[in-house]
């Protein structure tokens, strides 16, 4: 019984926590829903000042900067207003899915609970035969009893005796009888408070199993609901990316033919964020890949301290000369480079020295996270490491950011932040991954590869971190 009991006590604290957990979700819902609309009605009103900007455009002017600037921003609106649905989606896939784990345990929960109740009505039953039985036999001797007349008394019983055994025979009788229905009686008492208690608690389990019916059947309801909300909020997403795909190719058009007349060339405005973040999480990857060797000389030269009271002191040269030796993966000499005080933060030069003019700058649009050097309609111009480090990556795709190159550099800015930096759309590639470069190193010919409008060089400077939300302004750190 304390077993049951027990496990009453856990299934009321589920279904307790469940609650309270789907009544907080339901709460941040109801808020973030409130900001939601909020949002999605200034995006609205944006999206429809944009609209009115763009019909005064006359069809020769469609061809400008200004207005694929103003296309631009309307591309990120409806970026914007996607987002905002899609994160909608996913509450409600949450919310979905949290349904389906709270009726699942429900259903789990019902079914203990119906097995305490199948078990409770087997004990009732036996019980209830065992109590007819035991009253019956308490109700047969007190009818005897009464027949016999002697209900009231013993001593007529007695007196009836002939001789003294006979008494003393007679007074066992009454002893044992007197007994026997003090036992009857205990029995029935007993079996009673049996039988009051078990079917308490089955009355209990009853109660219990109709409050969890109750909630799975609200639970499916509510399930059922949010499914629907789910398959509508995916055709509005739907809707709005085919929107946004369709102002992206006009842009893309019109970006296209502005671009051949000024052959300032950059990039297609079709990138995706999850394009974006797949670069990302291949950059960590190849940085986990190839350890910085100044953090490992760091950690070796502490360990050696610990052990060792002498040190031995190393020049910086010989340092670098060892950092190249191992990090490089190619057959290339091994450069011995002399570090003054001066030189021993980041100094960036130009990635495409013939081109040093930034065509299209850090945040021009919507995601642009660099700077662009377009190399006047001209392919396979000469791509240099901006400083010294090692090439963590080298990746060749047919989207995005085409064939790109990002290099860890060895030195770091004055506040002591590790410096990333990437170059993108190239064509041919002539460095490895894991090798070591010094500045001004030719590392790749410029090219057009990926989303790229033309030839050009896409260049970031990411200080601090390797993803693009360490990207900052490259001019800070050009000449």
Known sequence: MNKRIIS???????????????????????????????????IKKKLDDIDKQLAQFDSESKETEEYIKVLDEKISYLNEQFKIAKEESERIERKVENLEKNISSNEKEISV???????????MAVLSEQFSSTYKSYCSRIRAIYESGTAGSTLPFLFESNGVQNILTRLEMIRVISKRDGQLLEEVKEQTDRIVTTKEELDKRRSTLT??????????????????????????????????????????????????????????????????????????????????????????????????????????????????????????????????????????TYPCPAYTRITCAFGAYAG?????????????????????????????????????????????????????????????????????????????????????????????????GSSQSYAVDPELYLP
């Open 113 to 123: 609970i119906q097995d305490d109740v199948t078990l409770l009505e087997g004990d």
């Open 211 to 348: 409050t969890a019916q109750d909630k799975l059947k609200k639970d499916e309801d509510s399930l059922k609901t949010e499914r629907a909300n789910l398959l509508k909020k995916q055709d509005e997403m739907a809707i709005q990316q085919a929107e946004i795909e369709k102002q992206q190719l006009d842009a893309n058009a019109l970006l296209k033919k502005l671009n051949d007349k000024t052959k300032e060339y950059g990039e297609y405005r079709d990138i995706t964020q999850a394009e974006l973040d797949e670069i990302d999480a291949a950059i960590e990857e190849a940085d986990k890949r190839y350890p910085d060797p100044q953090e490992t000389t760091t950690e070796t030269t502490t360990k050696k301290k610990k052990k060792k009271t002498t040190t031995t002191t190393t020049s910086k040269s010989e340092t670098t000369s060892r950092k190249q030796k191992t990090t490089t993966t190619t057959t290339q000499p091994t450069t011995t480079t002399t570090t003054t005080a001066a030189g021993q933060y980041l100094s960036l």
């Open 8 to 42: 009453l006590f856990l299934c009321m604290l589920l279904i307790f926590t469940s609650v309270n957990t789907f009544n907080i979700a339901l709460a941040d819902e109801q808020q973030s829903s409130v900001s939601n609309e909020e949002k999605r009605a200034e």
């Open 368 to 464: 642009h996270t660099g700077c662009d050097f377009s190399t006047n309609g001209n392919e396979n111009q000469r791509i240099v490491a901006a400083d010294s480090g090692t090439v963590i990556l080298v990746r060749l795709l047919e989207r995005s950011y085409g064939h790109y190159i990002v290099i860890r550099h060895d030195k770091k800015t004055r506040s002591g932040k590790t410096v990333y930096t990437l170059y993108a759309h190239n064509n041919d590639i002539i460095v490895s991954e894991g090798e070591y470069v010094t500045k001004g190193q030719k590392i790749a010919n410029s090219g057009t590869t990926g989303n790229s409008t033309g030839p050009h060089c896409h260049f970031e400077v990411r200080v601090g």
